[in-house]
């Protein structure tokens, strides 16, 4: 099993990117799938989380700028993030929790002001 991130770059605030998390080796549509950011000297933080039945939950510094969804069909979440602030520049990992944590390999996002 292992996650696959992509979509990440350098934007200028105010700008949008899309990331993506394709899933090999499991099929995600009976998992919450998950979207975390780390920047340098900081902790890891969840940003978002998609439960299998369809709910969210993000954390209060994303709310309303960042959507995150999934296509089960295509083993793969989506993380819509908008109106990007330079505080919002880390590196971005995809989550998965079964009877194991799975995490990718993580996708930079830098964002200028």
């Known amino acids: 099993v292992y996650l696959v991130e992509s979509g990440g770059g350098l934007v200028q605030a105010g700008e949008s990117l899309r990331l993506s998390c394709a899933a090999h080796?499991?099929?995600?549509?009976?998992?919450?799938m998950a979207w975390y950011r780390q920047a340098p000297g900081e902790q890891r933080e969840l940003i978002a989380r998609a439960a299998s039945y369809g709910s969210t939950h993000y954390a209060n510094s994303v709310q309303g700028r960042f959507t995150i969804s999934r296509d089960n069909t295509k083993n793969t979440v989506y993380l819509q993030m908008n109106s990007l602030k330079p505080e919002d520049t880390a590196r971005y990992y995809c989550?998965?929790?079964?009877?194991?944590?799975?995490w990718g390999q993580g996708t930079q996002v830098t964002v200028l002001s």
């Open positions: 989550y998965l929790s079964s009877t194991t944590d799975y």
């Open positions: 080796g499991i099929a995600i549509s009976t998992y919450a």
